[in-house]
């Protein structure tokens, strides 16, 4: 079952300023997805866009389904979410907050939400005012899960927080995964946490999917090319080559993604370009993602 | 069950989980017929998506690694006669591999190699006397094996390493 569609999704916010140009994949029922690009890249609005935050002025947005912006209540039951700039009312108390979402979702877990909140030591009398940013973040993970959504979204949900607190917030999403097979859209900048969490990488760069890969496939099935300045070799004869998914020009060589396990990315530039023995290795995801939306030179 | 992941090396942590599984048991850590931790467990053990635990199982489950029984949990196959050592040879193998490409970016002589891998065997075994040699059947003979091949190799060629220096 598909939880989350996005098909041809376009919004821009001023006119000319376009934000999102035809944004189209799905997320199969417990798929764990990393949504990944740069500050500015599209990753907050595309999140926004399937909370019914906000609508595309192109496109249809499908939640188990339903359209978020007909179906709000229906829709957000079944949904944890969390963001980076997510505000809680201050003037709460962890307590209060909490029997506000329990009054909100049907399928709050008492026991779960009683455990996490003793597993992150929240005190009930404190006010969310009064919280550090991690504990102000934990609440709001508290409330997103408590109800064992089928879909968990986070924007950046680990941003500003110290490295324990983001381990924290790492495995209790694990957990929920674990106990309730949810489906997980999640953006983050941390490499490592995507790698640990993701079974698929979704790639914007510029309002466009660059790439959709599950994770595994993206770390043994495609290399980055070392291709020496030539005269038979320069960017575009790179990117013509089928399979080459971007180059960027450095002063060292020319650095050309293949979706080609490395032998047979070296094997291609030197059955098209005459390059023999090009330095092809396969990398982690935090070097892959430079490779593809890092700049030129 | 000691298992540390590094999300950023070069490696995908399902092989990262396959690998140091195989250490383990070739090591002697993990015995035939020992319990495997459940994918749960696991995973909310090391922070790893529970998917990737899986796919590590089910692999290793292939390869004859682990077995699985219906409604019990995952344990360590057992190994014929002979096959442990072969594990051991094996994972010695994998591990000095990328020496191999060192050696030959630094351009070292191949005796001279062999020579340093030789004193830092001796000075640990110095030091180091009760740590791995648990199993003391499978133990001993594949240490010294390939101590012998490389020996005799050695003999043929250490003249032409005395002309040179």
């Not at chain 1, 926004?48 to 249809?60: F, L, Y």
């Not at chain 1, 760069?205 to 090319?225: F, I, M």
């Not at chain 2, 319990?35 to 004859?64: C, F, Q, W």
Request: hydrophobic share 40%; with cysteine; proline share 6%.
């Amino acid at each position: 079952m598909k939880v989350v569609t996005f098909e041809n999704i376009h919004r821009a916010y001023r006119r000319g300023v376009d934000v999102l140009h035809g944004m189209e994949f799905s997320i199969e029922q417990g798929e764990v997805v990393g949504l990944l690009g740069r500050n500015g890249a599209g990753k907050t609005t595309l999140i926004r866009i399937a909370m019914g935050m906000i609508e595309p002025q192109q496109g249809t947005v499908r939640l188990f389904g339903l359209d978020p912006r007909e179906k709000p209540v229906e829709v957000k039951r079944r949904i944890g979410y969390v963001s980076e700039d997510q505000i809680l009312p201050p003037f709460l108390r962890v307590e209060e907050t909490l029997a506000l979402h329990r009054g909100l979702f049907p399928t709050w877990d008492d026991r779960l939400a009683g455990e996490l909140a003793a597993q992150f030591r929240l005190s009930p009398r404190e006010k969310i005012g009064k919280l550090s940013k991690g504990q102000a973040r934990q609440v709001a993970l508290l409330c997103a899960i408590a109800h064992r959504p089928e879909l968990l979204i986070l924007d950046e949900p680990a941003g500003g927080l110290d490295p324990v607190a983001r381990r924290e917030f790492l495995e209790t999403s694990i957990r929920l995964l674990n106990e309730t097979g949810s489906t997980i859209l999640f953006s983050s900048h941390y490499m490592g946490d995507v790698e640990r969490m993701a079974g698929r990488v979704v790639l914007i760069h510029e309002g466009h999917l660059l790439l959709d890969r599950p994770l595994d496939a993206l770390r043994e099935e495609h290399a980055v090319a070392l291709v020496p300045h030539g005269p038979r070799v320069d960017r575009e004869r790179l990117l013509a080559l089928e399979s080459c998914l971007g180059v960027r020009d450095r002063t060292d060589a020319l650095h050309a993604v293949f979706a080609l396990e490395p032998e047979r990315a070296r094997s291609l530039l030197e059955r098209e370009l005459g390059v023999a023995g090009a330095n092809c290795r396969t990398v982690g995801l935090e070097e892959m993602f430079i490779e593809l939306v890092g700049g030129q030179a | 069950m000691l298992i540390v992941v590094d999300p950023h090396s070069g490696v995908p942590v399902y092989r990262q989980l396959m690998d140091q599984i195989r250490f383990h048991i070739a090591s002697g850590l993990l015995t035939p017929g020992e319990e495997l931790p459940s994918t749960r467990t696991l995973s909310a053990e090391i922070g790893v998506n529970p998917m990737t635990i899986s796919k590590a199982y089910s692999y290793l489950e292939r390869d004859h690694i682990v077995e699985r029984r219906p409604g019990r949990p995952l344990v360590v196959a057992s190994l014929p006669n002979g096959e442990l050592r072969d594990q051991k040879i094996e994972q010695l193998r994998a591990h000095l591999t990328p020496t191999v490409t060192i050696v030959r970016q630094l351009g070292i002589d191949r005796d001279r190699a062999l020579e340093i891998l030789r004193d830092l065997l001796v000075a640990n075994a110095g030091d180091e006397h009760s740590g791995t040699a648990d199993d003391a059947a499978g133990d001993t003979e594949p240490v010294r094996r390939p101590d012998h091949a490389p020996n005799e190799r050695e003999d043929q060629t250490n003249h032409q390493g005395e002309e040179d220096s």
